[in-house]
Nanobody
Framework: EVQLVESGGGLLQSGASLRLSCSLS????????VGWFRQAPGKEREGVVC????????YYGDPVKGRFAVSSDHAKNTVYLQMNSLKPEDTAVYYC???????WGQGTQVTVSS
């Protein structure tokens, strides 16, 4: 059974940085197209970045281009979302997902105050 677990969320001030983690059990990230998504209160879920590690292809959403970056640790079967220059509009629950197969983590809350 594939499971995704996110961690690393928190409460920060505008301009701060934060790194989220997503660990995968029951599979390997190299097998999938993976995505980070987020959902703010009262808003629809939004794609942050979709990527393929073996192909080294990363598609960042316009709101986060140049501020967010994906990295990985294959030994830990974990991917990271480095978030820099955070803004209040980045406030959301962040999810790690393999959307094609319907695998979703439980989410981690990121709150950015102005």
């Amino acid at each position: 059974e594939v499971q995704l677990v996110e961690s690393g969320g928190g409460l920060l001030q505008s301009g701060a940085s934060l790194r989220l983690s997503c660990s995968l059990s029951g599979g390997t990230f190299d097998d999938y197209m993976v995505g980070w998504f987020r959902q703010a209160p009262g808003k629809e879920r939004e794609g942050v970045v979709c990527f393929s590690l073996p192909d080294r292809v990363f598609y960042y959403g316009d709101p986060v281009k140049g501020r967010f970056a994906v990295s990985s640790d294959h030994a830990k079967n974990t991917v990271y979302l480095q978030m820099n220059s955070l803004k209040p509009e980045d406030t959301a629950v962040y999810y790690c997902s393999v959307p094609r197969f319907g695998y979703w983590g439980q989410g981690t809350q990121v709150t950015v105050s102005s």
